[in-house]
């Protein structure tokens, strides 16, 4: 599972001209991809470090101060480009694998007490943030060891 957390002064998520989530004001937006061999328990453990790392101003994190979060599925986290000018996307789990573990992550930082709006899987977004820092977080479990 890969995640890309953006620290945001604001975001949103626009489906076809509808906002499907996003905040006013400080959170974070994480965009998620899932690989084959994710599973919920996977899905969980990234929920709890998005929601614990202490990533904004005084070393604090969303936790601390209680910060929406903009969870997108994104695939494209698993472009391979080694070869040629075309990515392969043979390393992302396919939608019926990938769609309970974006879920199943946005459940888990709810319920560690995290206030989640999504995008729509699937479809195509339109994803705005004003990046605050910029900090950019790249989470992969296969870092974990």
Not at 25 to 38: E, P
Not at 81 to 103: C, F, Y
Request: include cysteine.
């Amino acid at each position: 599972m890969r995640v890309v957390l953006q620290r945001a002064e604001a975001a949103s998520c626009v489906v076809d001209g509808e906002t499907t989530g996003g905040f006013d004001g400080f959170g974070l937006v994480a965009l998620v991809g899932i690989t084959h061999d994710d599973t919920p328990a996977i899905a969980e453990r990234m929920a709890a470090k998005t929601w614990e790392l202490r990533i904004f101003d005084g070393e604090l994190s969303a936790s601390d101060q209680n910060l929406p979060i903009l969870v997108v599925s994104q695939f494209t986290l698993y472009a391979n480009t080694r070869k040629g000018r075309r990515p392969s996307w043979n390393a992302a789990a396919p939608g019926p694998v990938s769609e309970p573990l974006v879920a199943a992550y946005a459940a888990a930082l709810r319920a560690h007490g995290a206030t989640v709006t999504t995008g729509r899987f699937g479809a195509h977004m339109r994803v705005t943030l004003t990046n605050d820092g910029p900090v950019t977080i790249i989470l992969d479990s296969a870092d974990w060891g």
